[in-house]
């Protein structure tokens, strides 16, 4: 991939979705196909086993596990975008607080959540910024909650059924449609402080390429 930009993780994930619809969409067929054969028998199922159990292997034994095999880049670099869009916020408002308070206020101000960290910065320097009923906070709320359950995640069994979305991946935020809002989430927020601030927003958000390095040269 000489002189082209690789796609980010984000991308990677949305590219690989597609796939996902498309093996529900072969379940859903099978689904009707086995109703239609169900309520040809008059709903005896036993009498129509010879004709509903090679539906039944297609689904479990084949398309299950492509199923499962899609879903493994999109859980993966979805996973990544909301760890590391949060990590980002983070180190912001870090690094915001660190140039504008200073002596037992940092040191308290250090061990906030993340959440009350970006809601009472701007007051403690004399703004209202952020109203935690509106957006973007209701979004970047959302975001620190997956991010939490990402990063402390506790294992639990739970009833798979076949050809369908598993429920966790919506509690955690893995699905297409709450992933792509992630990083637009977390330009908002930051945009937002700047604005509310008075200033511009940093080039490495605006500018793309941006440089990762800011140098300060003094002069003697």
Known sequence: MSGEARPTGLQRGLEAWPEITSTLAKFDKLRAQ??????????????????????GIAMVD???????????PCLREFAATHILCA????SHINARAHGMLRGQVLDHFDKLSLEAKW????????HTIFDPGAEPFQS???????????VHFKPRRTELEIGKIPEFVGKLGLTRKTAEA????????????CR?????????????????FEFQIELR
Do not use: C
């Open 62 to 72: 084949h398309m299950q596990p492509d199923l499962e095999a899609a879903f493994k």
């Open 87 to 90: 990590a980002s916020l983070e």
């Open 140 to 150: 970047f709320s959302q975001l620190t909650k997956r991010r939490n359950l990402l």
């Open 34 to 55: 086995e109703q239609r054969i169900i309520e040809k028998y008059d709903g005896d199922e036993l009498a129509a086993y010879s004709e509903l159990e090679p539906i």
């Open 119 to 126: 809601l009472f910065l701007p007051r403690l320097t004399g």
């Open 196 to 212: 509310g601030l008075g200033e511009s927003a940093p080039e490495w958000l605006t500018k793309t390429p941006f440089d990762y």
């Open 182 to 193: 992630v990083i637009p989430t977390t330009k908002a927020m930051i945009e937002e402080l």
